[in-house]
């Protein structure tokens, strides 16, 4: 189980950070939506898996 959680934060800090890279640049270009959902809405669910993945890394590292 502790092998599942290492690829676990890898990948959810890899989306928070693309989500917000594509709601800020979306932003940048004027665009207010994002597949009928305001960019902000994005950019706040990108800091929040980051959030998550931190987290996780956190957990990993306190169990070491």
Same mark, same amino acid.
């Given at each position: *189980?502790?092998?599942?959680?290492? #690829?676990? &934060?890898?990948? /959810? $800090?890899?989306? &928070? ?5 594509? /709601? %800020?640049? !979306?932003?940048? $270009?004027?665009?207010?939506? =994002?597949?009928?959902? #305001?960019?902000? !809405?994005?950019?706040? &669910? &990108?800091? %929040? =898996?980051?959030? *998550? /993945?931190?987290? =996780? ?8």
């Amino acid at each position: *189980m502790d092998k599942l959680w290492d #690829p676990l &934060g890898n990948i /959810a $800090a890899l989306l &928070g950070v693309l989500m917000c890279f594509v /709601a %800020g640049v !979306t932003r940048l $270009a004027g665009y207010f939506y =994002i597949l009928d959902y #305001p960019s902000i !809405t994005v950019f706040i &669910g &990108g800091v %929040g =898996i980051m959030v *998550m /993945a931190c987290l =996780i890394k956190l957990h990993q590292l306190s169990r070491r």
